[in-house]
């Protein structure tokens, strides 16, 4: 089921010019590869995470137990695991490790090391944040009967824990590190990655050389590289154009693919697909007056996301009108489904009306406040436009306030916001992942808009459970009724993946999501 989901919505793309497995060639080593990041992570801790900037920043220097194999995705591949089993009642996953592997630090790599890491995702101490936490809560126990052996054994079925397995943000830390702190991945770097940290610098830029002793033979092909923070777009497509960085693996919007398309030519490669990530309206539900229910309905049925969808895929990354699973999807709810529920009708003119009522009902006819943004120009900045705009024609008035990534994520952490623009920042198309973040509040620090609701849970739990496809699908669709109707937090648009890079460079591999394929590893100038 999971390849049929992935393999119908997933990778599978078009693209402006050939792309690098169309040039495939004998790799060239040597070189160093500048490339750009949008966005500078607050932190290092991919475990503490749910922005690629961190990922962007850290996959070079880590390494996972898992991961997807690009070039036949949805496939999983071993990192650090070389081999695996699975018990017939599937409650034993047992994973044979690569020998011979060194942390940076020239310590080595054991078992330890993997039973650490999934305990702090899956239990985290004191002062210690795992955005994971819910995903693994299904592992009973870790065992390493020896060096090269982990063992995890399960309290129930897990219909998604391969995928759970695989997950880009799954970086394996050294034992010693994290019981001499814990809270050290945060600030310092020691993995088993293809890459050794060399610097960062706040404000420009991190990088990184090879890791002479990467326990994948061959690789990496670079001898170092540099992410350039270059939080402006106009700033990043000029560098671009200029050859100072030579790719951005995040994406742009068709305006600006244009613009390169037009000013470079044959010299740059355009890679396009649908995208694993959905903006959010997200509300803080412990905040008056948004702790009652008719005032997030009355701005959920103001929003017309389906001509919205219509003007914002013209000049963003903003397209697809759905709900928590990706449009497309099997177990996506059907569009005749989704416009009987709050938020998506494409009756505007009567949504409106209702909304209207429903603020004149709660007592807050003259509402005014504050909506939270990060300072991303793509495409945080037009949908906040587009929603300001929204709210405004049932005489709503909003102050539109962008940030840097690091205060917008701490105040969406600590509950200092009242309406904000979230994201769903997924990798694929498992729906146990997309809706791992709408579960209760108290069980999964992914749900900012801190609400708890047992029924949510009970649904969640009920389609991880089940290995009936249509009747999996009646519990996604149940919960997401559940979830809309309670208007807690609702997706805006999906976007669409747009990645632009010289054609010299090579071994890089489009998927439908940017956090995956961040390791560098298999990159190399071919130049």
């Known amino acids: 089921m999971k390849k049929l989901i992935l393999g119908l919505v997933g990778v599978v793309a078009f693209t402006l010019a050939a792309g690098p497995q169309a040039e495939a060639q004998q790799p060239k080593r040597g070189g160093n590869f500048n490339f750009a990041i949008s966005a500078e992570t607050p932190h290092y801790d991919c475990h503490a995470s749910d922005t690629y ?12 137990l898992l991961r997807y194999n690009l070039s036949k995705f949805p496939d999983v591949e071993g990192d650090l695991a070389k081999s695996w089993t699975i018990s017939p009642d599937k409650l034993t996953y047992t994973f044979t490790l690569h020998e011979g592997v060194k942390f940076h630090n020239g310590e080595t790599f054991t078992s330890a090391d993997i039973k650490a890491t999934y305990d702090r995702l899956r239990s985290p101490p004191q002062g210690v944040v795992s955005t994971r936490r819910a995903t693994f809560a299904d592992i009973e126990s870790i065992e390493t009967p020896n060096p090269t052996t982990v063992v995890f054994k399960l309290k129930a079925v897990n219909s998604s824990m391969m995928d759970h397995f695989a997950s880009p943000w799954n970086c394996v830390y050294s034992a010693k590190d994290l019981a001499a702190d814990p809270t050290s991945p945060r600030t310092k770097i020691n993995g088993t990655g293809p890459f050794t940290f060399v610097e960062h610098v706040k404000g420009s830029h991190v990088s990184g050389k ?13 001898d170092s590289y540099r992410g350039i923070f270059t939080l402006q777009a106009a700033a990043m497509l000029n560098a671009l154009q200029g050859g100072q960085v030579l790719a951005e693996f995040r994406g742009v919007s068709p305006a600006e693919r244009d613009r390169m398309v037009a000013a470079m030519g044959d010299k740059l490669r355009v890679e396009e697909s649908s995208w694993t990530l959905n903006l959010l309206v997200l509300f803080n539900t412990e905040k008056p007056p948004f702790n009652d ?54 009756n505007i003119k009567q949504a409106r009306e209702e909304a209207r009522k429903l603020l004149k009902e709660a007592g807050h006819e003259n509402l005014k406040f504050v909506l939270w943004n990060r300072n991303l120009a793509m495409p945080y900045t037009p949908a906040g436009v587009f929603l300001v705009d929204q709210w405004r024609q049932i005489g709503v008035e909003v102050e539109h306030k962008q940030s840097d990534t690091a ?33 209760s509040a108290s069980k999964n620090p992914l749900n900012l808009s801190r609400a708890n609701d047992a029924e949510i849970d009970k649904l969640y739990e009920l389609q991880l459970r089940e290995g009936d496809i249509q009747k999996r699908k009646q519990y996604i669709q149940a919960l997401e009724k559940r979830l809309f ?6 997706p805006i648009l999906w976007w669409h993946r747009i990645v632009l890079s010289h054609r010299t460079v090579m071994g890089w591999k489009m998927s439908p999501s940017h956090n995956l394929g961040a390791d560098l590893a298999e990159v190399w100038l071919n130049q």
């Open 53 to 64: 900037a961190t990922l962007h920043f850290s996959s070079p220097f880590h390494s996972t």
């Open 210 to 222: 090879r890791n002479e002793n990467y326990f994948k033979k061959g690789l990496p092909y670079l």
């Open 293 to 346: 229910i008719r005032v997030r309905r009355a701005l959920l049925m103001a929003i017309d996301r389906w001509g919205g969808s219509q003007g914002l895929s013209k000049i963003s990354t903003l397209r697809a009108v759905g709900g928590v699973v990706r449009p497309g999807s099997p177990l996506a709810t059907p569009e005749a489904e989704l416009v009987k529920l709050p938020g998506f009708s494409k």
């Open 407 to 439: 205060p917008y994520i701490a105040a969406m952490q600590s509950g200092n916001f009242e309406v904000a623009i979230d994201f769903s920042n997924l990798f694929n198309d498992d729906p146990t992942l997309s809706m791992t973040k709408f579960i």
């Open 485 to 490: 109707e309670q208007a807690y937090q609702q």
